[in-house]
Every structure is written in structure tokens, then in C-alpha cells.
């Protein structure tokens, strides 16, 4: 069974910085590339960033570029997602997804909140 379960999610001010952990199981994280997404209330769900499964190749949507920082450690089939210069418009459930055999996962996502 897939697992995905994010966390590191909280309340920041504009500026801020969080580091989402997204630990993930039941497949074999080293061979798949890794995502992150967000939806803010009231909107479609955004995709974040996305690195390889070696972690040398790496996108990120134009709203986060420069900011967001995606890494992966494959020993502890973590990705992370460092989030620096926080905006308002950030605020938004961040989700890790995988595609695994031609099937998208979804994990709980996590909160967060960029709030003067």
C-alpha cells in the first residue's frame, strides 16, 4: 500500500521560512520522481515542484521559483521541500504525490499558513 504523509506544516509570517517532510512506503521511492502540490482555499490544486528520481532534475512552478528549494534523500525515501520568503498567497494544504505504476498518490497533506 502507498503511503504518503506530510508534515512540517505550520503558521509563519510573510518572509518566513518551513521545511515540509513528506516520508513515503509501498513502493520503490529511488525509482520514481517525486512531487509536491498545493491547494488554496477556494482553488484548483497548483503543482509546486517536481525532482527525478536521482534528484538532478528538478522543476518548480514560475509562483515559487527562487524561493522553494525540493530535495530527496533516497535512504530515507524522503522528499523535502524547503519553502523560504513565504508570501500570503503561499498559504495553502501542500501535498507530496508519486506516480507509481502508472498510478497517481496522493498523501495528507499538511497546513500551511503565511499570516502577519
Known amino acids: 500500500e502507498v503511503q504518503l504523509q506530510a508534515s512540517g506544516g505550520g503558521l509563519v509570517q510573510p518572509g518566513g521560512s518551513l521545511r515540509l517532510s513528506c516520508a513515503a512506503s509501498?513502493?520503490?521511492?529511488?525509482?520514481?520522481?517525486m512531487s509536491w502540490g498545493r491547494q488554496a482555499p477556494g482553488k484548483g490544486p497548483e503543482s509546486v515542484s517536481t525532482?527525478?528520481?536521482?534528484?538532478?532534475?528538478?522543476w518548480y512552478a514560475a509562483s515559487v521559483k527562487g524561493r522553494f528549494t525540493i530535495s530527496r534523500d533516497n535512504a530515507k525515501n524522503t522528499v523535502y521541500l524547503q519553502m523560504n520568503s513565504l508570501k500570503l498567497e503561499d498559504t495553502a494544504v501542500y501535498y507530496c504525490y508519486v506516480v507509481a505504476n502508472s498510478v497517481g498518490y496522493w498523501g495528507q497533506g499538511t497546513q500551511v499558513t503565511v499570516s502577519s
Open positions: 525532482i527525478n528520481s536521482r534528484g538532478d532534475k528538478i
Open positions: 509501498g513502493f520503490t521511492f529511488s525509482a520514481e520522481d
